[in-house]
């Protein structure tokens, strides 16, 4: 049964860095791409940054280029993300997904299998 479990969400002041951690079973990161997605209060979720399984690619959206990094680390089965100078607008609950899809070009919620629970991420001073 695929499973994913995001952690390393919490409370920072603005400017400051958290690293998310997604933890998948059940299946394996070399043939599922990943996907970070985030839903703030009264918003649709939107696509962060997804990784593909093929080739490693990523993509990012445009509001967190050149302060995310997505990542991963095929032998613990773990996607990464990295979130430097974090911004109040950044605050929303953070989920992972799976697709069965092997390259991904742009963060699709419709292309994601599996979801994991989300993890809140809440930049404020």
């Known amino acids: 049964q695929a499973r994913l479990v995001e952690s390393g969400g919490g409370l920072v002041q603005p400017g400051g860095s958290l690293r998310l951690s997604c933890a998948v079973s059940?299946?394996?990161?070399?043939?599922?791409?990943i996907g970070w997605f985030r839903q703030a209060p009264g918003k649709e979720r939107e696509g962060v940054s997804c990784?593909?399984?093929?080739?490693?690619?990523?993509y990012y959206a445009d509001s967190v280029k050149g302060r995310f990094t997505i990542s991963r680390d095929n032998a613990k089965n773990t996607v990464y993300l990295q979130m430097n100078s974090l911004k109040p607008e950044d605050t929303a609950i953070y989920y992972c997904a799976a697709s069965s899809l092997l390259l991904i070009t742009q963060c699709i919620l419709e292309a994601y299998d599996y979801w994991g629970q989300g993890t809140q991420v809440t930049v404020s001073s």
């Open positions: 990784i593909s399984s093929s080739d490693g690619s990523t």
């Open positions: 059940g299946f394996t990161l070399d043939y599922y791409s």
